[in-house]
């Protein structure tokens, strides 16, 4: 098979860098050209020193981008929409890693983002988020990179939803993030004396990726999401807080989960009785494209405390992306995601 | 003034060193021993190596207390109670700072803890949270240290629920803990290789501190704890959804707020439209006796996020204790609890 | 007695922020103007949060000084000495805490930062390490402050030099400091994301702070200087290797460490032969105005690793400052530094 | 090609558990068996919650051992020695990873680590250093581990000896070292609370692993190492000060080091004018094989510092294990080794 030739469009930021690390590795993928207006002529390992060794790659002129097969875009919200005419004509296929083709709902992007640049174009992005919308996604030559604290709450919450396993009306949810998630541009906030060891809620109301939940949870819920920032670089994890109808109990979640995940390869169940790993916990995960998902149940109260955990630049960014791309392709789902992750 | 004859029954511990270290600069109190049985004969500073060259005390047999105006306890839960005999024999004024009197309702006790060793006891002691106790600490002699997740939340609570400004019955609490909180004990837990960087949901139901917060609360509301294990040494971030009545605005939690905490030194309401110290943060205080309280209104659904910073060591535990004992003994709250916290 | 009235000249970022804290506890210091351009009638605990509740100072515009007793200038290097004969109007006493006055060898100063913009003022400024300048300082106006690094070398190292303990000229040290030393600005190197987690050799040779080491030790000798930037936010470890000369053993070193510091209250020798804490470690000294002093002698070699440890911006320059003022001014050399620091 | 049966004995160590992580992914390494005591019969994900879905292996008695083509040793030290007549009829191959046969040179051993249980074995073994005994290894069915801060040692000054770039006699080398170095075994000097921050001297002097360093320099140099546990929990960060002869220039060095790793596949020179990643850094290599290696002179003294960066569980133990094992059994010497670290 011929590879894909791909270009990266805003390669020096995060979200652009671990698609380009990921795509070094994948057999199917040649990383024809990455950008940076900032970086430009700079090697892309002057920023990401990882790749010293693995590519010679030198940040080139976003406005002279090559014809390709695959453009990716990492770019900050809203200049996909508004350069979107040239993009799809540089190549066939398109994966967008910003907010602004995620949702399906125009209301819940104005309410969140405000008005939208191309509401024309929204229809015919899909979602791309393979546990959840893999038909949509087989179909789709653009494809919506799903947000990081997004897709932590959806693979928590998805099953329960899906099979009638939630009582009331409300879901609080609670997302521990990482330091990455805010980007690579230094800021006040991001500044290390100020940043770490920090616990900060930096959301308690009006995340914006509560929309994602909202627009793709079934039944349409009403979701409360409270966002706090710790030292961690990488990961997220995610507590949600719902209630079982009565009459089902610990085995009805297990079999909802079980069900829902069982040809799922990037989702693991995480839930031990004993030992230091009983739960999903997002330092297991880095690096990794796994979602590890797990739960307990409060008996006397139906509470059920949901908990997820992913690393939020691969599950939660690249790594979920090039999923949907391998499915896209008819690919093996796995390819080019197989690290595992470190311990300790 | 005289100052008090104090000894602090085990030193060695986390609990027991904070009070140590708070006592040896508190101008009313006067440390006459501390005791260990793993450190018999070394130094204090041994263990707690901030102390060099501010006391030369070292451990001793903790079967052989000298005659005191104050005992601290400081010990692993259930041992207080079992001894206690002993220890009231030996001082006037009693702090235990264990979870082994902090209860005023023996079900509650017994559905989170067992059958307790002492009931007999329970109704002589005051629950030492100054700010929602303050008559019945400066009438009793034995003091209950309150545990330190149950301070956070109950003074991010306390004033919602005193007056009113509670909808619904559930509250939904997440408490993200430092490594300090498990205690001095080496464990495969709190082995630094697998505790840096965890975020690790440790109690997602069934907390004991839940206990006290039912006790405590106005109404014995319906409590929904989850507790997540840090990165940080020190603190608690805690955060709770709850929803205020129709009809009531931000600016009647303002006043609730206002109103409770107004002659309160050690609550500091932090709420900023801007800036990265918006919230409370256990960074901000860590170090002091503060408890940093704010909180945010949703305004379409009236779920009210309410966030509260302590550092479980000093307003958690031990100088919580302090200013309780101040105020028992008629002194200034404030004294020997100066120390602002560190930036950055 | 009358406190002085004190001037805090740039007092937003972390130098002036920790004189501020440390002067608010200072029962002789009453801090009547701190000033920021950038935070400009905002409260001062809009950038430093621990300040909340301790002053209701806001900042004000640093054209605009009011007489003062002392004036502290918190400034980027070069712009004390520019503006100095305008500060020099204002108080009779002025702490520098940048580079500008440090050196008394105005060759040091040129080779290491280039031409002097006003020579004819070093010669009457104390250089502010009360250690090993005690008596300069108490006959001097204008202070300099130490720099962070330098301190931390010195107090290791000048015992050693003052009593012919080295036996070969050249002394290789390495210093791991804290990212506060860096300053308060946002930068590439201080965004989180990257800095979190690095152990960053950031001078391999030529640190700035080496010429003060040298124009300080007893006999100017070769001293080399690594720096490397860690994960600590405060905190400077110092390891330097020099050989002892044939015939001395540690109980030599031990006593030449011992008398010089016998009446120093803020050094504390450390050197344990069991536990954990056996050695120095930034950790213990946070918040706290010591600096903890400690070695090992390779028997067999010669071979003398002389470790220190200090808070950068306590002993390493706001604490070491007013230790310097409290021996000008005969106040007790250790007030308003009393803060032992934590554990753990 | 068939694969090697492979036996790992001593596997929920953190050595043990990253052979197994790689290993697992190794296209030539069939895992079949993994032992540990303490965990008998526990599935190996319980102890490395990072192979979740990767292996269904669980941990079994190593007092059976199945019959197979390699076997791996991650024993505590001495171990391996006592046993070996047990292991070596076992298997053909044999890797120690333990400390037990990494030295020629029997004296060296005796003085840092007392009488050698088996002597007789020691010149059957290679040091399994790829980079600097490849010949040996090729011939050899014994492979000894390096020790890791060994490697970062040897890695960073070995081209300078080899080459004559050495002017005195003695290098003084300080090694930055992980939390994970000092094993899995919870300990007072790993609990969380007083190893997150540390900054701790461990080892000034008589660090065992200098043995290795002497034993394999060209020329038998003076090396006085000097050891520091830092906050990370995987990563050495390796400095080292030497003096190059009088007449070489910068030129000179980078020739050497050039040379020296042509073809060495796991060695990067990093040393960049400009931009945050100039020089060498843990963080930068985390989770892979790569040892980073740069340098800096000062050109008025002839002072070289030198600086490698690696991470001690992959290019420290198990990854440069592999890397030989590959060169032994003619390999590709990347296999299973392209995992190239993440930033950030």
Redesign the interface.
């Known amino acids: 098979m011929e590879p894909l030739r791909t270009v990266i469009v805003g390669g020096s930021g ?1 979200a652009g ?1 671990e698609f380009l ?1 990921l795509a ?2 994948h057999p199917y993928l040649d990383v024809v050209q990455v950008t940076s207006r900032r970086y430009l002529r700079q090697p892309v390992s ?9 590519t010679n790659l030198k940040f080139s002129d976003p406005e002279h981008l090559e014809e390709a097969d695959l453009i990716v875009l990492g770019l900050p919200h809203g200049v996909a929409a508004q350069n979107f005419d040239y993009y799809k004509e540089k190549a066939p296929y398109i994966i967008d890693l910003s907010a602004d083709f995620r949702l399906k709902t125009l209301e819940l992007y104005e309410r969140f983002y405000g008005a939208h640049p191309r509401p024309d174009l929204l229809a015919q992005f899909a979602y791309a988020n393979p546990e959840i919308n893999a038909e949509a996604i087989k179909n789709a030559n653009w494809l919506a990179g799903a947000g990081c604290t997004a897709t932590a709450t959806l693979l928590g919450l998805y099953p329960l939803y899906a099979q009638g396993l939630v009582a009331r009306h409300a879901v ?1 949810v ?1 997302v ?1 993030v ?3 998630a805010a980007g ?18 930096y959301k ?3 995340h914006r990726h509560t929309a994602e939940v909202i627009d793709y949870l079934p039944g349409t819920p ?1 979701v ?1 999401m ?1 966002a ?1 920032a ?6 997220i ?1 995610m ?1 949600a ?1 719902v209630f079982i109808p009565d009459g089902f109990s610990e085995q009805d979640v297990w079999q909802a989960y079980r069900e829902f995940y069982a040809d799922k ?1 990037f989702v ?1 169940l ?1 839930k ?1 009785r004993r ?3 009983r ?10 494209n ?1 979602a ?1 998902v797990g ?4 008996p006397d ?1 139906g ?1 059920l ?1 949901v ?1 997820s ?1 992913i690393d939020n630049l691969v599950k939660g960014t690249a790594g979920h992306a090039i999923q949907a791309l391998n499915l896209r392709m008819g690919w093996d789902e796995r390819t080019g995601l ?7």
Chains 1, 2, 3, 4 share one sequence.
């Open positions: 995060y860098g690390r070094l590795g002057f920023v990401h020193p990882n790749l010293r060794g693995q609080f609670t521990m990482g330091s990455s690579a541009e230094p800021s006040p906030a991001g500044h290390h004396p100020e940043r770490s060891g920090a616990l900060r809620v308690p109301t009006g009403e409360h409270t706090v710790t030292e961690r670089i990488r990961g994890l507590t807080q390869p693991r995480v031990q030992g230091i790993h739960y999903p916990d997002p330092k297991v995960v880095t690096g990794s796994y590890d739960f307990e149940l409060e109260t509470r405390v908990i955990a197989e690290f595992p992750g470190l311990h300790p």
